[in-house]
């Protein structure tokens, strides 16, 4: 048997990303990953990691849907589906909230009027009162004066 293929036997043979494609479905293995820069924050030294698409379709990845159909299939079984859907409504913001949307604009402003050079961790060091807590982040509690 020579080595010598036809052009129409070349012309049947599957191409490469198919190949590829139909491993990767074999495995398990999302085919369309996302790319998702990962910096560490002690280092800084930043990566790019591949994450799933987390398509539920199987015509745009069909392990992914299978892995987000045996999600929702546990979830069922859980309980975790409703009766009847929540009613969404947001409470009106407390006083911390506003100081914080105050203290947040005061500091956009102190930022803008020095031409960006600003530091933040200047205005949290001559704070004399403790820090505001909104969620999962933190304010000084003094305003910051433009002009």
């Known amino acids: 048997m020579s080595g010598h293929q036809t052009r129409a036997e070349r012309a049947r043979m599957p191409l490469a990303r198919e190949v590829v494609r139909a491993a990767a479905v074999q495995s398990g293995v999302c085919i369309r990953p996302v790319a998702v820069r990962k910096?560490?924050?002690?280092?800084?030294?930043?990566?790019?990691?591949?994450?799933?698409?987390?398509?539920?379709?199987?015509?745009?990845?069909?392990?992914?849907?299978?892995?987000?159909?045996?999600?929702?299939?546990?979830?069922?079984?859980e309980g975790w589906h409703l009766d009847a859907e929540p009613i969404l409504q947001s409470t009106p913001p407390n006083t911390e909230q506003r100081t914080l949307a105050t203290v947040r604009?005061?500091?956009?402003?102190?930022?803008?009027?020095?031409?960006?050079?600003f530091s933040f961790g200047a205005v949290m060091a001559n704070s004399s009162q403790p820090p505001l807590r909104c969620g999962n982040t933190a304010f000084p509690a003094t305003r910051v004066e433009s002009g």
């Open 39 to 77: 910096v560490d924050r002690v280092t800084g030294e930043a990566e790019l990691v591949d994450l799933p698409c987390g398509a539920t379709l199987a015509s745009k990845c069909p392990s992914c849907a299978r892995r987000a159909r045996r999600l929702r299939i546990a979830q069922c079984r």
């Open 105 to 117: 604009a005061d500091l956009e402003r102190a930022r803008v009027d020095t031409d960006g050079v």
